[in-house]
């Protein structure tokens, strides 16, 4: 079992940053991929980044590339997404995920987080 805890949400103003963190507890950190996750109200779930076991390859959904970016300490069993430029659309709940081998399926993802909320204004 990995347990993990999201945070770093808030309310931010369009154009702004924030920095979101999920901390892993549990089975070892580093033996698994990690992904960040978001859900807008009424939208479904859509993938944002991913990370492999040790930071060598990475993932971007298309439209963030150049504003979002992820990384991993995996001696803090803990990944951060860092997003920048923020936009109104950006609006919703971020969840990390944890899985042996995935990419960008949320499918094959195996633990989830609650979830934390980010809010861009105008």
């Known amino acids: 079992q990995v347990q993990l805890v999201e945070s770093g949400g808030g309310l931010v103003q369009r154009g702004g940053s924030l920095r979101l963190s999920c901390s892993a507890s549990g089975r070892t950190f580093s033996s698994y991929t990690m992904g960040w996750f978001r859900q807008g109200l009424g939208k479904e779930r859509e993938f944002v980044a991913a990370i492999s076991r040790s930071g060598d390859y990475i993932a971007y959904a298309d439209a963030l590339k150049g504003r979002f970016a992820i990384s991993r300490d995996n001696a803090k069993s803990t990944v951060y997404l860092e997003m920048n430029n923020l936009k109104l659309e950006d609006t919703a709940v971020y969840s990390c995920?944890?899985?042996?081998?995935?990419?960008?399926?949320?499918?094959?993802?195996?633990?989830w987080g609650q979830g934390t909320q980010v809010t861009v204004s105008s």
């Open positions: 995920a944890a899985a042996r081998n995935a990419n960008t399926r949320e499918a094959d993802y195996d633990y």
